[in-house]
């Protein structure tokens, strides 16, 4: 492959600044075996038989962007993704200025030292970082700032907004965006067509929103990332009509599972044209960033017809990105 196959113009415009209301208002570009309807997210229901599984990712965002100080008086932003240590203390993270910053560097906020930088990861772009507080996870809680991708130039009033609905475990690094559109209203609607809910958790970190670097895709290097499946999960997705992964991050979860024959574990599963798919039959999710490893997975699920529907998408003016709309689409071998 070349970047160029997972390359498309995205108007800037089209880039949704803020989250609609209500969260199902968004709009629903649903791509079938037999044509495109375009439609909102309550009517998602519509969608729905008997027996079919909807499968979310529950996982949390913490309010990982840290704007600290160095002693020289610059300023450095860390960017946590992921903890190393179940007690908060070590995590791996994304520091600026990278080139600067050195093993063993302290970072204050206001005054306090906060932060010590460590070795870089093996993957060579992150760093293992040390949090210099008794109560790590409360630190960041109270200094930390809502990780908003970097294309979204407005704030946010309300947190909330930013995390689904169902959303348990502070740990990502991003939301599950697709999962953003749900309510507890849609939900119930899902399952008065006789459809059940399950959770998986799949701890969203740096390949959700970095760009592929290589010439050729298929040599991008994926970070890993944790994931847990619940056995009883699993097996209500093998029994199930379908399985509808809500979001990529749910439907990777659903893949390492069965792919690594392990419930839960660290993923680096790349799921590129060609994967042979185990279990996932339809999927929800946002309209993606070119040169992203999610638009990889969206061709391995459709097909070269992605460029079709995203064609579509632009032409209809459709909000692109983590606060734009949706699109529910069919796997290609049409199940």
């Avoid at 008997?50 to 160095?70: E, H, Y």
């Avoid at 790590?136 to 109270?142: A, M």
Wanted: charged share 25%.
């Amino acid at each position: 492959m070349h970047i160029s196959d997972i390359d498309y113009d995205l108007p800037e415009a089209l880039i949704a600044q803020k989250p609609i209301e209500p969260r199902d208002a968004a709009r629903l570009l649903v791509a079938g075996v037999a044509g495109v309807e375009h439609r909102i997210v309550k009517e998602l229901a519509d969608f729905i038989e008997p027996g079919d599984v909807i499968v979310v990712n529950d996982t949390r965002v913490l309010p990982a962007r840290l704007s600290l100080q160095r002693r020289t008086g610059g300023s450095a932003e860390v960017l946590l993704l992921e903890r190393r240590t179940e007690d908060g203390r070590l995590w791996e993270a994304l520091v600026r200025p990278a080139r600067k910053l050195k093993d063993g560097e302290v970072l204050e906020f206001f005054g306090k030292r906060v932060l010590a930088i460590g070795p870089r990861t093996a993957a060579g772009d992150t760093f293992v970082v040390e949090i210099l507080d008794d109560d790590p996870v409360g630190l960041i809680n109270r200094i930390g700032i809502m990780p908003l991708p970097p294309y979204i130039h407005s704030s946010l009033t309300d947190g909330e907004r930013y995390q689904t609905v169902y959303s348990r475990r502070a740990a990502s690094a991003a939301a599950p965006t697709a999962g953003l559109h749900f309510t507890p209203e849609l939900m119930a609607a899902v399952r008065e067509k006789g459809a059940s809910i399950e959770r998986v958790e799949l701890v969203v970190g740096l390949d959700t929103f970095k760009p592929i670097s290589v010439e050729n895709p298929l040599e991008h290097i994926i970070h890993s990332e944790f994931y847990n499946v619940e056995q009883t999960v699993l097996d209500a997705c093998r029994s199930a009509n379908r399985v509808i992964a809500i979001g990529t991050t749910a439907t990777r979860a659903l893949e390492s599972a069965l792919k690594r024959g392990e419930l839960s574990g660290r993923t680096d599963l790349f799921i590129t044209p060609g994967y042979k798919w185990e279990i996932v039959d339809m999927m929800l999710t946002n309209f993606h960033m070119p040169r992203t490893s999610l638009l990889l997975m969206v061709e391995a699920f459709v097909g070269p017809r992605w460029r079709e529907i995203y064609q579509i998408a632009i032409t209809e003016k459709y909000r692109f990105l983590s606060f734009g709309d949706a699109m529910l689409l069919t796997r290609q071998d049409g199940k």
